[in-house]
């Protein structure tokens, strides 16, 4: 089945603590893309990747790190998540951003 | 600066009415509009790109320049039409703004 999956779906930690969460897509495609989803502001691109090797910011990158080592795969890395970084993150996978953005399930992270 | 506004964010109609989901932009290129729909319990999915003009679960968008916006349209809402929905901007670049949502609320 092809689809975008994350991982952990849940998780609860505390300040200063390093995470990574994962995503991973199983469609081949080139753009990968990390949002986060907050209440009154909608979906804030945090990261965004055109191929391998190849990333940039998207509005609001403070605070974290991508990578994409492998077409399929784009961990997005806190070194040092914060309570305002609690939120609920969404990957997304496309041909490019002009065609279908493929969601992943979500991500609820919880920073105390 | 570029931006994507949708002015309400909740939206109740009675089932049989039409319903116009609300979307400007502000962007000063040629821009590329989506909307797309997260139902209860499901993942986030496209509903419709401006640029294929099709009507999809009997919606529309048409793109407005001169008004800068980019509304969904459908005549007569169903109850399975309740869902959170996002008018979203590509503006070229790889990059994507959302708007900030507006759930859609079908009574029966």
């Known amino acids: 089945e092809a689809q975008v999956t994350q991982n952990p779906r849940y998780l609860i930690t505390v300040t200063g603590k390093k995470l990574t969460v994962t995503c991973s897509q199983n469609?081949?495609?080139?753009?990968m893309s990390w949002y986060r989803q907050d209440p009154g502001l909608g979906l804030r691109q945090i990261y965004y990747s055109m191929n391998v090797e190849v990333t940039d910011k998207g509005d609001v990158p403070e605070g974290y790190k991508v990578s994409r080592k492998e077409k399929r795969n784009f961990p997005l890395i806190l070194e040092s998540p914060s309570p305002n970084q609690t939120s609920l993150y969404f990957c997304?996978?496309?041909?490019?951003?002009?065609?279908?953005?493929?969601f992943g399930p979500g991500t609820r992270l919880t920073v105390t | 600066a570029q931006r994507v506004t949708q002015p309400e964010k909740l939206l109740s109609v009675f089932k049989g009415a039409p319903v116009e989901l609300k979307c400007n932009y502000s962007y000063s290129g040629s821009p590329e509009l989506f909307w797309y729909v997260q139902y209860s319990r499901q993942r986030l999915q496209l509903l419709l790109r401006h640029i294929s003009r099709e009507s999809i679960k009997g919606f529309t968008a048409d793109l407005n320049k001169g008004e800068t916006s980019f509304h969904l349209k459908k005549p007569f809402a169903q109850e399975e039409d309740s869902a959170m929905y996002y008018c979203a901007l590509n503006t070229g670049g790889f990059k994507t703004i959302f708007g900030a949502g507006t759930r859609l609320f079908v009574k029966a």
């Open positions: 469609m081949n495609h080139e753009y």
């Open positions: 997304a996978s496309g041909w490019d951003s002009s065609y279908e953005q493929y």
